[in-house]
Each structure stands twice: as C-alpha cells, then as structure tokens.
C-alpha cells in the first residue's frame, strides 16, 4: 500500500511555541474556569475577526457551544395563540450529527428543508412553505465553508420573527465583501475541533449579535452559576480549558499562512480535476473568501465511469482516506428512524449519494494531490 493520506491533518504550532505559551501555568496552576488564556484568545479571535469582545463566548466544543445557543436564546419555550410551544426549527439534513442532534437534545423539533445544488446549503426558496405557527427559528449549516444564503434567510426569519443561528462550524475565517462570516443572523456556532481549518484541541464558539448574550452565556456554560451564591439557570459545564485556548493562541498567529498553503492545495485539485466529464466541483462563491476547509466532489456514475463508493474504495486501497461528509442525511440516521423522510429533501438526498471529500490541509505535498487526482482520473 501506498503513503496513507487521511482527510485531513491537524494543524499545529511549532512544539516550543506551544511550549513557551503554556509555560506561565506551571507557575499560576490555573487550568479552567475561564482563565487568562482563555481571556487572551477571545479578545484575540475577536480581534481576528473584527467584533468586540463582547460578542464571542468560548466554549469546550462547537457541539455544546451550539446546544447553549439553543438554550440560553429559550427557544420552545413560548407558546402560540393556541397554547402549544413554539419548538419547529427549520434547518438542513446535509450535515455533520452535530446540528441536528444539538436541535433534539434540547427539546426542539427539526423541520428538515432541503439544500441548493449549487453551493449545498439551505435553500431559502423552500424555507417559507416550511414554516408553521409553531416554528421558532432556522438553523442553516455554512457547509464546506460555504456561506449561506444570509440576506434571503435573515429576510424571511425578521417577516415572520424568527431567530437565525448559523452552524459555521466550518466557516471559521470566511468573509463575504470583506464581512466576517461571524457576524451574521443573531449568532453562529464555530468549531475549533483537531480537524478544522482553526483548532483548539477541542474547542468552540459562539459570536452573537446582541452582547447582552455573553454573561449569559458565560452562566450557561457555567452550571447556571450567577453570583456567589446564586445559581439561576440549570446550566452545564461547557467551558474551554487553559491547555485548549493556550492552542488557539498559537494556531491563530499562524491561520493566514495555514489558509495560504490550503489554497494551493484546492487549486492544484481544480487544475487537475476541472472540466472532466461526471466530476462536479466546489469552486467557491462570488464575493466570498474562502478558508479552504473541504474539497467536495460529486461523482456521476452514468459521465464518469464510476461511482462515488467506487472511487471511495479505489482511493482506500491505495490508503487515501477520503470521507463521506455528509452521507448519510441526518434524517436518515437510526435514531431517528421513522420520524424524517428523506424524499423531502431529495436534493440533500442526491448530493449525499455522490459527495466524497478530498484529502486537504496545509502540509499535503502538491505531488500527494497529483497522485490522488490521478488515481482518480486514470482508473475510470
Ligand atoms: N456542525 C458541523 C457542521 C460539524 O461539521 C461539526 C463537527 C460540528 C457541528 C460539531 O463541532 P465539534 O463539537 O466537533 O467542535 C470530524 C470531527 O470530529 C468533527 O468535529 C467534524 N464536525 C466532522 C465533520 O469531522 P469524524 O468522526 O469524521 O473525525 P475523525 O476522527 O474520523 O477525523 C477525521 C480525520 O481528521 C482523521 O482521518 C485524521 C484527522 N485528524 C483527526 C483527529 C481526531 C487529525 O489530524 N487529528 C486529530 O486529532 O468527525
């Protein structure tokens, strides 16, 4: 078998970076709850992303930092004028267990509308036939990186009084006419996991609109905890260590670099795969930066010669690790059986049968694109 190559690799700091910026702790012995390092990186990544500290709360994870979004805005919590709660949240089957398992776990129902074949996130075309006297809010997915449809989206959530939380768990950095993607719709959800073009480790964020947010958000994550001897909210424990911001600290001077090499990366891949027969790419959106984080491509059987599963295989045997991201839909999962039907997203459902992402981070040789690219193109 040939060199593995997996989906993608964590990007790290050189090591006495690391090192040097963890070194503090061993005299304070201060390791959680908020922290100076975890002070330090959320003025640092508001700074990144050109808002105010007071809009960006951290969290141990993109998950759980979605789930307190969820909650601390008490969604499902009001009642319409028939007295039932107000817990419909339209979103899109076409992405990671996460969004939609955040959704569930706190007491909500996903109403699953279908995707864009263009760009694979929400279709704001179908989002108003979808929305009942019970909905409260949409949560759309900036899938890839890709940016959703967010003035047609924020349009139809402010006609009918919606709330909109973004799941940008992949849209770190992305900016659309030099606006961060962190600034849209009431909040969005970014994750720092190992496998994100920015990590922490394990880590998480949520920017919002309204900065009366952060204290309670900051509670949220804190057990409910508001005073000292107060706990108002039934809260859990969310919160980001020392050891993770410490990483975020460091990988942050280094992300602009990181998405430079990446997107050498996706070009090489567009050079050598561009304008084949039965091969459809994501080329990127008009007035946005990309951060580079995936490469999708759809295979069609019928013009190219083989299948998505095929050419997943293919690549296996030669120990290239392309994922399936995201097949299956979300309303197709086990847990879920016989509450979703996914006829009712087949564009999601199409997609997701011929998706297969491509190996790409910054350290993967322009040489290890060429190869893949090739046994992709050469064993058709
Ligand atoms: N919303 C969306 C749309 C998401 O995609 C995600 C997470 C979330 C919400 C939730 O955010 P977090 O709570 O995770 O912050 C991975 C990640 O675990 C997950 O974070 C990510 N989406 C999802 C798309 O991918 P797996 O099960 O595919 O990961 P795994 O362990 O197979 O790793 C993939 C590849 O990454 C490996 O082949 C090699 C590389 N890798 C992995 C790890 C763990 C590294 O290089 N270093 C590492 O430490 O889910």
């Not at 959800?189 to 958000?217: P, Q, R, Y």
């Not at 997943?312 to 097949?327: M, V």
Request: aromatic share 10%; hydrophobic share 40%; charged share 25%.
């Amino acid at each position: 078998m040939d060199k593995k190559i997996l989906v993608t690799r964590s990007s790290m700091p050189p090591f006495e970076e690391y090192a040097d910026e963890i070194k503090d702790m061993w005299d304070n012995h201060w390791l959680t709850n908020m922290g100076v390092k975890h002070k330090q990186l959320e003025k640092d990544l508001a700074d990144y992303l050109g808002i105010s500290k007071e809009n960006i709360a951290l969290f141990v994870n993109g998950h759980q930092a979605l789930e307190c979004i969820l909650e601390a805005f008490q969604l499902g919590k009001e009642k319409n004028a028939w007295g039932e709660p107000k817990n419909e949240v339209i979103t899109t089957p076409f992405t990671f267990a996460s969004t939609t398992h955040a959704i569930v776990r706190k007491g909500l129902k996903p109403v699953f509308c279908d995707i864009k074949e263009d760009d694979y996130t929400l279709d704001p075309d179908k989002i108003e036939a979808l929305i009942t006297d019970r909905t409260c809010a949409i949560v759309p997915v900036h899938v890839y990186g890709n940016l959703c449809d967010t003035e047609k989206i924020e349009k139809i959530a402010k006609k009918h009084n919606l709330k909109v939380i973004y799941d940008a768990a992949h849209a770190f950095s992305v900016e659309k006419n030099g606006v961060s993607s962190a600034i849209f719709g009431d909040a969005s959800m970014f994750s720092f996991h190992a496998t994100k073009v920015f990590n922490t480790i394990e880590g998480g964020a949520v920017c919002f609109k309204d900065s009366s947010m952060k204290k309670v958000l900051n509670e949220w994550k804190n057990f409910g905890i508001t005073g000292p001897e107060t706990t108002e909210f039934i809260g859990g424990n969310a919160k980001m260590n020392e050891f993770a911001a410490a990483m975020g600290i460091c990988n942050l001077r280094h992300l602009d670099h990181e998405i430079e090499k990446r997107k050498r990366v996706f070009e090489q891949y567009v050079k050598n795969l561009y304008g084949v027969a039965g091969i459809k790419l994501n080329l990127g959106q008009n007035a946005v930066k990309s951060n580079y984080a995936y490469f999708p491509v759809l295979f069609d059987k019928d013009k190219f010669g083989k299948s998505r599963d095929e050419v997943f295989d293919l690549l296996a045997e030669h120990g290239i690790g392309a994922r399936k991201y995201f097949y299956p839909l979300t309303n197709s999962y086990e847990c879920y059986e016989g509450m979703f039907d996914v006829k009712d997203t087949p564009v999601a459902y199409k997609v997701s049968l011929q998706v297969l992402t491509l190996p790409i981070y910054s350290d993967l040789k322009i040489d290890d694109v060429d190869r893949i690219c090739e046994i992709i193109l050469n064993n058709c």
